[in-house]
């Protein structure tokens, strides 16, 4: 192996996983640093006191992942966002020559990495968190964002070969239900889109901290709603009306 291979900004390792590639057990290697600053991101160390975490070496993440081939082929690479740092390349150059597959969680910020990733082969799977309506993505980001990268990785996701997902952590207090809708018809011909639920763990901005997930049963409706929106196309408030017009000016067809 050559030296020097420590040097990238890793700050965590998962040997084994069954929560991070859905369906699969995995690896998981946490890069530093981010470039967005959700206030409802639960990683607040890892973006924003990442210095003064331990760093964890590649050499010692690559003889684990040896040891345990016969059981984990898959890493997923997370953060923080790890398409800030160039090391980026390498580091999944050095899981390639593992033969490991690799799953990407990203906040889209970065089309050009994420073209570039895919061109090299060294991606299997795309994960983008999709933060809200894109009109007001500053405010989910706690930053300013350049929304065209934004809509520009997503574009290029559903439109390569590389298998992905879109998914969406819904924050009460922030979030609006309609919000939720309008990113699931946005995104209504993507392969895949999930919700997740938010956590009040160690969020940047320490008042998230109060704020309860949103009930199981509302969660669970958006989800089902959501669905429908994808199969269908028509938002909750939109089957209303429909529905409504239906009973009070029935077609001919339906008054026989
Ligand atoms: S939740 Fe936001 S701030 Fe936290 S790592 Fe993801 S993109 Fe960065």
């Given at each position: 192996?050559?030296s ?11 040997e084994t996983?069954?929560?991070?590639w ?5 690896s ?8 967005f600053?959700?206030?409802f ?10 210095d ?14 040896r ?5 984990v082929?898959?890493v997923v ?6 398409t ?5 390349y390498n580091?999944?150059g ?5 033969d490991?597959?690799?799953k990407?969680d990203t ?6 990495v994420?073209r570039g ?8 799977y795309?994960a983008?968190?999709?933060k ?15 929304i ?10 559903m439109?390569?070969?590389v298998d ?7 924050v ?5 239900e309609?919000?939720?809708y309008?990113?699931?018809e946005?995104?209504r011909a ?6 997740q639920?938010f956590?009040?763990?160690?969020c940047?901005?320490r008042s ?5 997930p949103?009930?199981k049963?509302?969660?669970e409706r958006?989800d ?12 909750p408030?939109?089957?209303?009306i ?9 077609d ?5």
């Amino acid at each position: 192996m050559p030296s020097g291979m420590h040097k990238f900004p890793i700050k965590g390792f998962i040997e084994t996983s069954f929560l991070d590639w859905k369906g699969e057990l995995s690896s998981v290697i946490f890069f530093a640093g981010c470039n967005f600053r959700c206030p409802f991101c639960h990683n607040s160390d890892l973006v924003l006191r990442w210095d003064t975490l331990s760093d964890v070496h590649l050499e010692y993440i690559i003889l684990t992942l040896r040891k345990y081939k016969q059981w984990v082929n898959k890493v997923v690479v997370t953060g923080g966002e790890p398409t800030i740092h160039m090391g980026l390349y390498n580091v999944l150059g050095y899981l390639k020559r593992e033969d490991i597959q690799v799953k990407l969680d990203t906040n889209g910020s970065s089309p050009s990495v994420l073209r570039g990733l895919v061109a090299e082969g060294l991606v299997d799977y795309i994960a983008m968190d999709v933060k809200g309506p894109l009109e007001r993505y500053d405010t989910w980001c706690g930053t300013k964002v350049d929304i065209k990268k934004i809509e520009e990785s997503i574009r290029f996701i559903m439109e390569g070969n590389v298998d992905y997902e879109f998914r969406m952590t819904v924050v009460p207090s922030l979030h609006r239900e309609e919000d939720v809708y309008q990113v699931a018809e946005y995104l209504r011909a993507s392969d895949k889109f999930f919700l997740q639920e938010f956590k009040p763990r160690q969020c940047i901005d320490r008042s998230f901290l109060n704020v309860q997930p949103f009930p199981k049963d509302v969660f669970e409706r958006m989800d089902k709603n959501v669905q429908q929106i994808r199969v269908t196309g028509i938002k909750p408030e939109e089957r209303i009306i429909k529905f409504r017009e239906k009973i009070l000016k029935p077609d001919r067809a339906d008054s026989k």
